[in-house]
C-alpha cells in the first residue's frame, strides 16, 4: 500500500488550501483514513479522521476550520483547510489504518 499526498504550499493567513492523498490498492474503502501533522518543534499530532461510513473527528484546534472527506471510487482522502492560522504550518501526514503512511506535504501559513 502507498498513500501519495500532495497540495500543500505557502498561504497566506486567513487563506484555505486542499490536501489530497491518493492511496494504492483495493483495501481503501474499507479503512479509516486520516491526516496528522508536525510543527516545527512539536510531536507529531492528529489533525482528523474518517471511518469508512464516512464519520468524521477532528482535533478540537481545526474544529469547524477544517473538513475531511473521501472519495472510495478514486482511493483519495481529502483535507480541506480554511480560516488558516500561522500556527497550522506543519508538515502534513496522510494516514491509513494498518499504519500506513504517506510522505508528508508541507503547509506553511505566513503573509
Known amino acids: 500500500v502507498q498513500l501519495q499526498a500532495s497540495g500543500g504550499g505557502l498561504v497566506q493567513p486567513g487563506g484555505s488550501v486542499r490536501l489530497s492523498c491518493a492511496a494504492s490498492?483495493?483495501?481503501?474503502?474499507?479503512?479509516?483514513m486520516g491526516w496528522y501533522r508536525r510543527a516545527p518543534g512539536k510531536q507529531r499530532e492528529l489533525v482528523a479522521t474518517?471511518?469508512?461510513?464516512?464519520?468524521?473527528n477532528y482535533a478540537d484546534s481545526v474544529k469547524d476550520r477544517f473538513s475531511i472527506s473521501r472519495e472510495n471510487a478514486k482511493n483519495t482522502v481529502y483535507l480541506q483547510m480554511n480560516s488558516l492560522k500561522p500556527e497550522d504550518t506543519a508538515i502534513y501526514y496522510c494516514?491509513?489504518?494498518?499504519?500506513?503512511w504517506g510522505q508528508g506535504t508541507l503547509v506553511t501559513v505566513s503573509s
Open positions: 490498492g483495493s483495501i481503501f474503502r474499507l479503512n479509516v
Open positions: 494516514w491509513m489504518s494498518g499504519n500506513y
Open positions: 474518517i471511518t469508512s461510513g464516512g464519520t468524521t
